[in-house]
């Protein structure tokens, strides 16, 4: 190879891996259905019933069957579910509202309406350091809604309230565990 196609060939695997490292970074999270129990008396967090997360929006979605209050039904193969989920809110991959979501939800009708809380002391998988913003479940009578940078409730903390389209830049793509009341 002469050396003006060694250049071209060093350019093209540049690029190459450039790409891969830039498909690695932008690479979204999935679209996930954590399912919490409320914290319990003498417990620190919320026992995670179920987690399921699919590369694509699910086909039902959590949200509308916890308002219409139906059975679980099946989504793209996977269970949804035994049991009627009740929301309580969600996280966003992208300001106001954008890309991929993590749907938090209940097993308990009640939701916030009898003062219980919920606790994820960390992330579904592919989300640490990722949410940008944030809304509570209309209905659900959950007000507050705190993210924590680090796990365990660790580091400083944002209470989003109902809702959030823009979290603040000191904890944007920081949260790492949250706390929903
Ligand atoms: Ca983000
Ligand atoms: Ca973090």
Request: glycine share 10%.
């Amino acid at each position: 190879m002469n050396k003006k196609g060694k250049a071209v060939l060093a350019a093209v695997i540049m690029l190459l891996m450039l790409g891969s490292i830039a498909a690695t970074v932008d690479s979204p999270p999935p679209y996930c259905i954590v399912v919490l129990e409320p914290v319990k008396a003498g417990e620190k967090n919320s026992e995670v019933v179920d987690v399921i997360c699919l590369d694509t929006p699910p086909a039902v979605d959590p949200f509308a069957l916890s308002f219409d209050g139906k059975e679980g039904n099946e989504t793209d193969g996977v269970v949804f579910g035994r049991d009627t989920y009740y929301a309580l809110g969600r996280d966003w991959d992208y300001f106001d509202f954008g890309g991929s979501i993590i749907s938090w939800v209940t097993t308990n009708p009640d939701m916030c309406n009898e003062g219980d809380a919920y606790i994820a002391n960390t992330m579904p998988s592919g989300w640490n350091d990722r949410v940008s913003s944030a809304q509570l479940a209309g209905g659900s009578g959950c007000r507050w809604y705190y993210h924590y940078e680090h796990t365990y409730r660790g580091g400083s903390s944002y209470n989003c309230g109902t809702s959030c389209a823009w979290m603040p830049s000191w904890i944007n793509n920081e949260t790492s565990s949250e706390y929903i009341r």
